[in-house]
């Protein structure tokens, strides 16, 4: 079992930068990949990115390739997102997830935290 806790959306103009984190519980962070995904209102839950257990198997959406960065301290629990220049269609509720597979597919994830909203003003 593991438990997800984002933190680190908000409010940002365009242009700014925001870093998510997602703190997990359980002594079997390591062996996860971790994702991120994202929701707009109207709209299907899409990938963000991923990383896999080793930190090895970097993935990102066209749409964020370039501007968002996704790493992981498997000593901290943690996985973070670094997003930059950041634009209003990135307004969303950003999701970590874990998954036992590498792939960029959110019903291959096991576990997913609540959610974080991040909104980006024009």
């Known amino acids: 079992q593991v438990q997800l806790v984002e933190s680190g959306g908000g409010l940002v103009q365009a242009g700014g930068s925001l870093r998510l984190s997602c703190a997990a519980s359980?002594?079997?962070?390591?062996?996860?990949?971790m994702g991120w995904f994202r929701q707009a209102p109207g709209k299907d839950r899409e990938f963000v990115a991923h990383?896999?257990?080793?930190?090895?198997?970097?993935q990102y959406a066209d749409a964020v390739k370039g501007r968002f960065t996704i790493y992981r301290d498997n000593a901290k629990n943690t996985v973070y997102l670094q997003m930059n220049s950041l634009k209003p269609e990135d307004t969303a509720v950003y999701y970590c997830?874990?998954?036992?597979?590498?792939?960029?597919?959110?019903?291959?994830?096991?576990?997913w935290g609540q959610g974080s909203q991040v909104t980006v003003s024009s």
């Open positions: 997830a874990a998954s036992r597979v590498t792939r960029p597919v959110a019903v291959l994830y096991d576990y």
């Open positions: 359980g002594r079997t962070f390591s062996t996860y990949t």
């Open positions: 990383i896999g257990w080793r930190g090895g198997s970097v």
